[in-house]
């Protein structure tokens, strides 16, 4: 089948462990074809080399989610028509976008301030349990109403183009004003001013810019008309071309969110600098537009149960919940499992460094550990994360550290080391990965704020001892193999490093369980044999799509057969090589048992080992079967006795 992939600030150009995911996804799943549509980041990401693509990857498209809207971008209709939008278009936005902004940036009638959501976003409390089961209530009007004003402006775009301009209009600023100081506008946004208005408009164009893209067909390229399936990789702007593709031509929607997008939204807006107001506004969009996609979706495979809260949270309904673990390769790390148990007492931390990681807890565990243990030393491997206030924070780290535990020296003559030390993969003392986790006997993970914890995935891939802190998925993750203990806790902390330290049989028996539970859950072939029964299951109660969805000639005329049916099955099942090209190419003739000549009905097919009567008109007979007789005026003449049987 051909799969839509979308993508945002990923795959296939940026580097990252969403890109990483993507492509051994795609590299696994060879018995289908791919067609990518990515939103890139930024500038950077646009820059980037073009990586080479497996051979199922038949198509790329790529539009930025940054700068002005691109020309080469814009829709056949908007192309014909200009621009400037007429009179009756202006009117449709206006409403439409009325109807967008009333169901975000209002509290629902009857609520309380919050309207009975976070931050005025996506609704909270126990989600339906169903799509058809939601009762008639101020929050469930509000998301129609925030639908109808969605897909309004999509089908505004796709017949008159022009949406971006209008999205950056005195108009569409003064419809936002208008709402934000109306009586049941949400608090936090009363007090929005010109200039957060503008702002406001200017990152709704670079959210709803999917709405204008001419991603969705035309007369000449189907686009996400001609997919069998849309599997977002994340929320938000890349599920929207997915919404659409199920609102114009009923294709199915899988969402995969292995970080909660609006989750992300909400802890990367608490360090930007933009006012209460903008911040308000945007994420309640986001929560909307939450809800909308996983109102929408077939199905949602969150990465863990941590997400799965969120996602039902947010009002996702748990029959269409279903947690796949991230697929993770665990070759680079068998030597290190294979090799000889270390008997040091060093502590590994491996990861980016920013404030959630909290090393500040961990360097104060550590004066702990080294009273019990004055032997211990601890490794910090990583550089700064994407969190602005990052390269500020290692540099706090690292001068605790000094602080700490200054250099000590066995004798007057030895040169002084501090028994922590901050390094880099890539490193001369680091060259790879696997050597950050072979260095030591126990990875801690100290974290206050955490998604899926990979470094303690890569650590139970090496058989390592962790002690680690309860936050997002950690438990989850490691199960009984591993010590857990409370965040910000740093005596709790030391204290389970220390134990584990003194016990090198211990040490050995959770590492060797945490080996067996990762390679169970979380290796690339689980997640790809999960997605592969995935993608087959939604397919198969997806409804017939019609002909005119599928390929078309140089003229825009319908190929209903253009495809044979063998070139749809999926994986082993299908021929390789020659035979599958010359399966799949289109022989642009009509086949010869269908040919007929003039005046004479077509022949019907015989099966093997069949015998062939004549006589008096055209008989054929197959072995075990009744007879059919075309009389010389052509119709066709059943015996009385047998007709069931045919």
Excluded at 21 to 38: K, Q, S
Excluded at 61 to 73: E, K, N, T, Y
Excluded at 546 to 556: E, N, Y
Aim: charged letters at 25%; hydrophobic letters at 40%.
């Amino acid at each position: 089948m051909r799969i839509g992939l979308l993508t945002e600030g990923g795959y296939p150009d940026a580097s990252g462990e969403a890109h990483a995911w993507c492509d051994r996804l795609v590299r696994g799943l060879t018995g289908h074809d791919f067609e990518v549509y990515a939103l890139s980041a930024d500038a950077r990401q646009e820059a980037r080399p073009r990586p080479e693509l497996p051979e199922h990857v038949r198509l790329v498209h790529r539009a930025p989610l940054w700068g002005d809207f691109p020309v080469g971008h814009r829709r056949a209709a908007e192309e014909r028509k200009g621009r400037t939008p007429g009179r009756r278009a202006r009117r449709r936005f206006a409403e439409r976008f009325g109807d967008l902004v009333t169901a975000f940036a209002t509290v629902p009638a009857g609520s309380g301030p919050a309207g009975g959501a976070p931050h005025g976003g996506a609704p909270t409390g126990d989600p339906p349990s169903g799509p058809d089961s939601a009762p008639d209530t101020p929050v469930t009007r509000k998301a129609d109403r925030f639908a109808a004003g969605l897909y309004g402006l999509a089908e505004l775009a796709r017949e008159h183009g022009g949406l971006p301009a209008m999205l950056h209009s005195e108009g569409a600023v003064r419809i936002l004003e208008a709402v934000c100081h109306g009586p049941r506008a949400l608090p936090a946004a009363q007090g929005a001013q010109v200039n957060d208005l503008l702002a406001v408009t200017d990152r709704l164009e670079l959210a709803l810019r999917p709405l204008s893209l001419d991603w969705y067909g035309d007369r000449h390229t189907p686009g996400l008309g001609g997919v069998d399936l849309c599997h977002a990789t994340s929320g938000g702007a890349a599920a929207l071309p997915g919404l659409l593709a199920k609102r114009f031509f009923g294709t199915p929607l899988l969402v995969t969110e292995y970080g909660v997008r609006l989750r992300e939204h909400y802890l990367a807006r608490a360090t930007s600098p933009l006012s209460v107001p903008v911040r308000a506004l945007l994420a309640a969009f986001q929560g909307a537009l939450a809800a909308e996609t996983y109102a929408q979706a077939a199905l949602i495979t969150p990465g863990n149960t941590h997400a799965r809260r969120w996602q039902e949270r947010c009002g996702a309904d748990r029959a269409r919940l279903r947690t796949v673990y991230p697929g993770m390769d665990a070759a680079p790390f068998a030597a290190v499992a294979d090799a000889a148990a270390d008997d040091s007492k060093t502590l590994v931390w491996v990861g980016k460094v920013e404030p959630a990681k909290d090393l500040i807890a961990l360097l104060h565990a550590f004066a702990e550990v080294r009273k019990a243990e004055p032997a211990a030393t601890l490794r910090i491997i990583g550089g700064p994360g994407r969190d602005p206030r990052a390269p500020g924070y290692l540099a706090h780290c690292r001068a605790l550290a000094a602080q700490l535990f200054p250099d000590e020296a066995a004798d007057a003559r030895t040169v002084g080391e501090s028994p922590v030390s901050f390094e880099e993969i890539g490193s001369p003392e680091v060259p790879a990965l696997e050597d950050a986790y072979a260095s030591g006997a126990v990875v801690v993970l100290s974290s206050v704020i955490e998604g899926f914890p990979r470094s303690l995935v890569e650590a139970m891939f090496c058989g390592r001892a962790t002690v680690s802190t309860d936050a997002g998925a950690v438990c989850e993750v490691i199960g009984g193999t591993g010590l857990v203990v409370p965040p910000r806790n740093p005596r709790a902390l030391a204290e389970a490093c220390a134990a584990l330290l003194a016990d090198p049989d211990r040490r050995a028996r959770l590492g060797a369980a945490a080996r067996a539970r990762a390679l169970e859950l979380f290796t690339v072939e689980q997640n790809v044999a999960a997605f592969r029964g995935i993608y087959l299951e939604l397919i198969s109660r997806a409804p017939a799509r019609p002909a005119a969805c599928r390929t078309r000639d140089a003229h825009g005329v319908p190929r209903p057969f253009a495809r044979p049916a063998e070139s749809h099955v999926p994986g082993r099942w299908a021929a390789t090589g020659t035979a599958a090209r010359a399966a799949t190419v289109p022989a642009g003739r009509t086949p010869s048992w269908a040919a007929s000549e003039a005046g004479r009905p077509a022949a019907v097919p015989v099966a093997d080992g069949a015998r062939t009567e004549t006589g008096g008109g055209d008989v054929v007979r197959e072995r075990g079967q009744a007879v059919r007789r075309d009389d010389t005026a052509g119709n066709q003449v059943w015996p009385a006795r047998g007709r069931e049987q045919w």
